[in-house]
Nanobody, 124 residues
């Protein structure tokens, strides 16, 4: 059974940084493309970033480009989302997701496994 467990969320002031981690278990980590999504209160879940299975190509949405970075460590079975220069509008529950496809995707429907999420609150 594939499981994804996120950690690293919390309360941070505007301009601060957090690093989210998502550890994957139950199958070979390198068999997945991986992504991060977020859902703010009262809003739809939104794609944030993805990393492909093999080439490790990455993509982040324009609103976080230059501030957020997605990466992975195959020795730790973990995908990261480094978030810098955080803004109040980044406040959301952040979830990681794993896809059986090789290519990264921005579509929720193309992810097969999901974590429970971790709360990120940006406030002074």
């Amino acid at each position: 059974q594939v499981q994804l467990v996120e950690s690293g969320g919390g309360l941070v002031q505007p301009g601060g940084s957090l690093r989210l981690s998502c550890t994957v278990s139950g199958r070979t980590f390198s068999s997945f493309a991986l992504g991060w999504f977020r859902q703010a209160h009262g809003k739809e879940r939104e794609f944030v970033a993805a990393i492909s299975r093999i080439s490790e190509s990455t993509y982040v949405i324009p609103s976080v480009k230059g501030r957020f970075t997605i990466s992975k460590d195959t020795t730790q079975n973990t995908v990261y989302l480094q978030m810098n220069s955080l803004k109040p509008e980044d406040t959301a529950v952040y979830s990681c997701a794993a896809s059986d496809r090789a290519a990264m995707s921005t579509f929720r429907r193309e992810y097969d496994y999901w974590g429970q999420g971790t709360q990120v609150t940006v406030s002074s």
